[in-house]
């Protein structure tokens, strides 16, 4: 059901306030809608319960009934996130609508209006703003905000400004200096930017970006610097949005010791000189399934492949999936070659160095990180008192895209840490 009250001359801000089915846009849906225009000639109501399919047509009507307003609404990217999803043909005019909650930030005026508010509601707050802020300081940070509306409420553009297009490390901190999310890019703005414009299209991320309201960064020589500072932050700092890189307590892997007959179980990594590595699995249970399926694969023999125990025969020999190395008709040596090749893909590489090295990258030859048989001790200058430390997956496979690529180890100056 639709109220008009005329507005009379020509409406000069309307309050938009809308209610929803839920917090996501990608699943919930507009289900009422209620705007009220303030203008010389005094105020104007239109409202709208919006029955499921009907969407489009009421935002139509909501956006005929004001067009020639600016618009108002307490948090301006909820607003336009599930707009794009009910009438995506309105967003051109919807995107220069005014978020109340980065005016009160920007301008920082006491509290902020808290959801959920009413059209009259809203009205009010803004009026408040105006009382205490002036027409003219209001009128600019509209224009402010107009020519940079894909920011979170709370970033100003100031902020923004002096975030640069360079290699390096972000982070994202909410209330109370609560970490958010860590992250990184070759171009920090362009990346940054992406989770804003993001935010429209993703429950997630439309969450994230409500609640940020400082952005920190820290610029690296290069997309190496950038990844292995992510990743060791967001272990050691565990932000609320990031889904990946959490450290891995105990990983296995498949040692092959010189002079034993069979692999078995490791959990630790030492020198290559004491053996082959195949193989990192997070679980003992994914390293046996895996080694279970390379044995029946190649026709190896479970129990020579660490899988069996016990004296005889094994089971897989009785029904024709062992060529007999545990009885002896395939000879030892023919068996351990062919297990060696079905490992090859497995095998963990061999540190290339005798001790540790530090890498620096591009033109930044200050700060140097330090490594040690795959794992990561720190920033030069600042390892000197660190001798170990545990093995990290993600650092030993963006050390080995970094090593053995051609084009990506010429970014980097490797110098034996002896030599500096």
């Given at each position: ?122 009205q ?14 209001v ?9 940079s ?75 190496f ?13 565990a ?38 590595y ?21 026709a ?18 009785q ?32 540190w ?69």
């Amino acid at each position: 059901m639709t109220e008009t009250l005329s507005p009379g001359t020509e409406p000069q801000t309307t309050f938009i306030h809308f209610e929803t089915s839920g917090p996501r846009p990608s699943r919930d849906r507009i289900t009422r809608l209620c705007a009220q225009t303030h203008s010389s000639s005094g105020t104007a109501l239109w409202q709208q319960s919006v029955s499921k399919g009907h969407e489009q047509r009421a935002v139509d009507d909501l956006i005929a009934w004001c067009s020639s307003s600016r618009l108002v609404v307490l948090d301006a990217r909820r607003w336009l996130a599930f707009l794009k999803r009910a009438a995506p043909h309105a967003m051109s005019t919807a995107r220069h609508t005014i978020g109340l909650k980065r005016l009160y930030s920007a301008l920082d005026i006491g509290h902020e209006p808290l959801s959920p508010l009413g059209a009259a509601d809203l009205q009010n707050a803004w009026q408040a703003l105006v009382d205490r802020a002036g027409n003219a300081m209001v009128d600019q940070q509209i224009e402010m905000q107009l020519r940079s509306r894909s920011l979170p409420a709370h970033v100003s553009p100031a902020e923004w400004h002096h975030i640069p297009h360079h290699p390096g490390v972000y982070l994202f901190y909410g209330h109370n200096d609560v970490l958010l999310y860590i992250g990184k890019s070759v171009d920090l703005k362009t990346r940054i930017a992406s989770h804003f414009t993001g935010a429209l299209q993703d429950d997630r991320t439309l969450k994230m970006t409500q609640q940020i309201e400082h952005i920190e960064y820290r610029l690296t020589g290069g997309d190496f610097s950038a990844q292995l500072i992510e990743s060791t932050l967001i272990k050691a700092r565990a932000p609320l949005f990031n889904r990946k890189l959490r450290r891995a307590k105990t990983l296995f892997s498949w040692h092959w010791n010189r002079g034993q007959t069979r692999p078995a179980l490791s959990t630790e990594r030492h020198s290559d000189s004491d053996g082959a590595y195949y193989g990192l699995f997070r679980r003992k249970r994914d390293a046996i399934d895996a080694m279970t399926e390379l044995t029946r694969n190649n026709a190896l023999c479970p129990k020579l492949m660490g899988l069996e125990s016990g004296k005889g025969r094994c089971f897989a020999y009785q029904i024709g999936r062992c060529r007999g190395a545990c009885q002896g008709i395939e000879p030892l040596e023919h068996h351990d070659e062919r297990a060696e090749a079905a490992l090859g893909a497995w095998r963990l590489t061999a540190w290339p160095w005798e001790g540790p090295v530090a890498i620096f990258e591009g033109d930044d030859t200050q700060r140097g990180h330090v490594f040690d048989h795959w794992c990561y001790l720190g920033q030069v200058g600042e390892s000197a008192a660190v001798t170990s430390a545990p093995f990290d997956v993600d650092i030993y496979h963006l050390l080995n895209r970094f090593l053995l690529k051609p084009a990506l180890r010429q970014t980097l100056t490797i110098v034996p840490l002896d030599e500096l």
